[in-house]
């Protein structure tokens, strides 16, 4: 990736889970309550389920692009139903946003200090927001658990009105927000569905990063350039 790229950035859109914080770590209890709600407790119907998301029994992670790590609520709710869930899709899908939001908050795992990579941000003029196919009210919590409000100018989830992932709404809308061009924006993101948004809102830089389902061949022909973990970032921005 040329030096002058990461210069002209001006705002960086995270994603949520697998970027900000550790998915495997987050995330395995909440899908497991989730598939045993979708199941009605039947545990061989809820493996199948999990399965199906995309969580891969024998390494205990979930695989790249699986519906569980880079899809929403309302995807997992009718992959689910199909499959032969005992709840209707609408039931289902809000019964999963509210498992997600309790369980996915009480087992959030940031992988650096979040306030103070922030801060970092803001002290070098550089606005940073906050997209993800979790759902809004899940996005707004984390924000105001890790004291990030002041820190964040936009935050969105799949419900919000922009459209989910891989569609460039909520990319479109930080830059509405903050009014930058998307090509003085970074989007950074552990999946395929985030460097998606990103090329197709426009946006100049696509960072991959390996805290969440995707791996260096996953996102190796999609991102600019592939970090261990977002705190990475502070070393490209100080070297740019």
Same mark, same amino acid.
Request: some cysteine; glycine content about 12%.
């Given at each position: 990736?040329?030096?002058? !790229?990461a210069q002209t950035i001006k705002g960086i859109v995270f994603d949520k889970d697998g970027t900000l914080f550790d998915f495997h770590k987050t995330w395995t209890f909440a899908?497991?309550?989730?598939? /045993?709600?979708?199941?009605?407790?039947? !545990?061989?119907?809820?493996?199948?389920?999990?399965?199906a998301g995309g969580y891969d029994f024998s390494t205990g992670r979930f695989l790249p692009e699986s519906v569980i790590a880079a899809g929403h609520a309302r995807e997992l709710?009718?992959?689910?139903?199909?499959?032969?869930?005992?709840?209707?899709?609408?039931?289902?899908?809000?019964?999963?946003?509210?498992?997600?939001?309790?369980?996915?908050?009480?087992?959030? /795992?940031?992988?650096?200090?979040?306030?103070?990579? =922030? /801060? =970092?941000?803001?002290?070098?003029?550089?606005?940073?927001?906050?997209?993800?196919?979790?759902?809004?009210?899940?996005?707004?919590?984390?924000?105001?658990?890790?004291?990030?409000?002041?820190?964040?100018?936009?935050?969105?989830?799949?419900?919000?009105?922009?459209?989910?992932?891989?569609?460039?709404?909520?990319?479109?809308?930080?830059? !509405?927000?903050?009014?930058?061009?998307?090509?003085?924006?970074?989007?950074?993101?552990?999946?395929?569905?985030?460097?998606?948004?990103? !090329?197709?809102?426009?946006?100049?830089?696509?960072?991959?990063?390996?805290?969440?389902?995707?791996?260096?061949?996953?996102?190796?022909?999609?991102?600019?350039?592939?970090?261990?973990?977002?705190?990475?970032?502070?070393?490209?921005?100080?070297?740019?």
């Open positions: 990736m040329p030096p002058t !790229r899908a497991q309550e989730a598939a /045993s709600l979708a199941s009605g407790g039947d !545990r061989k119907l809820a493996e199948i389920f999990l399965a709710a009718e992959l689910w139903v199909a499959l032969g869930a005992l709840l209707p899709r609408k039931t289902l899908q809000a019964g999963i946003d509210e498992v997600f939001y309790r369980l996915s908050l009480a087992n959030a /795992s940031p992988v650096t200090d979040l306030k103070v990579l =922030f /801060s =970092f941000f803001r002290h070098r003029g550089i606005f940073a927001g906050i997209a993800t196919n979790d759902s809004q009210a899940g996005a707004v919590a984390v924000v105001e658990e890790f004291k990030l409000k002041d820190l964040v100018c936009f935050v969105a989830g799949y419900d919000s009105g922009f459209g989910p992932k891989p569609g460039p709404g909520m990319v479109r809308a930080f830059c !509405r927000t903050t009014g930058l061009p998307p090509e003085k924006v970074a989007v950074v993101g552990d999946s395929e569905h985030d460097m998606l948004m990103g !090329r197709l809102a426009g946006a100049g830089l696509l960072v991959g990063v390996l805290t969440g389902a995707g791996t260096r061949k996953s996102l190796g022909n999609s991102a600019h350039l592939i970090i261990e973990d977002i705190s990475c970032l502070k070393d490209l921005m100080v070297k740019s």
